[in-house]
């Protein structure tokens, strides 16, 4: 679903801007869609993304682009935004997709308004301690550990690691990835027993405070539509949603 407040050409920047800030291990463009694959770590990074409004289908279309998941031993995963084209859901239920998540893109201007927090540290790359952390609380299985370190090595500068530890312990972390004006903002994740500290808030915005020192004027992030935790303090920070996607799976 598409805001009242954005249009399709915003839709499209955010959507290159997403697919750079979290980049797949490889990409294929194919007749209006883009295919990515990742070893299937992450839907995001494994699924089929319309690039531009009405992209081609119909029943030779949507089975070759699932044969590229298939050839690769990977379940085809839809991806449909405000891009996908009409009908294109009821293509793919009648071929036994059903749909398992709704997301969020959401977007908010930075300003020098955001501070850095004293005890959140900002790295250009991630140090081993947070990628154990990020490993162990995202959380990520072990076969899927050595395609996560080489994704996240993949976001092109400038890139912020931020973390927070106390006496040797991961207490929170988020990553930041700078595209021109934009700052994308992924993971944001609080461990258990640091929670109600507002923690989330302070890795959120000494990123955007990083993000400022490095250029960009706005922020972007895709929230599951059911997090209710995080919603509130987005809204607070001044993001609105821009559009909404939908994954489509074959059930297992």
């Not at 050595?146 to 092109?156: E, H, Q």
């Not at 706005?218 to 935790?229: G, P």
Request: net charge positive; charged share 20%.
């Amino acid at each position: 679903m598409l805001s009242p407040f954005s249009d399709l050409s915003q839709v499209r920047r955010l959507e290159e801007l997403a697919f750079a800030g979290w980049p797949a291990l490889e990409s294929r463009d194919v007749r209006g869609w883009r295919l990515r694959f990742s070893n299937g770590y992450t839907k995001r990074a494994n699924s089929i993304n319309a690039l531009e409004r009405n992209p081609q289908t119909g029943p030779e279309i949507v089975a070759g682009l699932e044969s590229a998941y298939r050839e690769r031993g990977q379940a085809p995963v839809w991806r449909l935004s405000p891009l996908a084209p009409a009908g294109i859901a009821d293509i793919l239920a009648a071929r036994g997709y059903r749909t398992i998540e709704r997301s969020l893109v959401q977007a908010c201007p930075l300003s020098r308004r955001f501070a850095p927090a004293a005890e959140v540290v900002i790295r250009a790359e991630p140090t081993e301690s947070w990628m154990a952390a990020f490993a162990a609380y995202s959380p990520v299985r072990p076969e899927h550990r050595d395609t996560m370190r080489r994704m996240l090595t993949a976001i092109a500068a400038p890139a912020g690691f931020a973390f927070v530890e106390e006496a040797g312990r991961p207490m929170a972390m988020a990553i930041g990835a700078v595209n021109g004006d934009h700052m994308g903002l992924f993971d944001v994740l609080v461990m258990p027993e640091a929670r109600r500290r507002g923690l989330a808030r302070k890795v959120t915005e000494s990123l955007y405070a990083w993000a400022w020192g490095h250029g960009a004027r706005f922020a972007y992030l895709q929230v599951v539509a059911t997090n209710t935790a995080a919603m509130p303090l987005y809204a607070a920070q001044g993001f609105r949603t821009v559009y909404d996607y939908e994954y489509f799976v074959l059930p297992s």
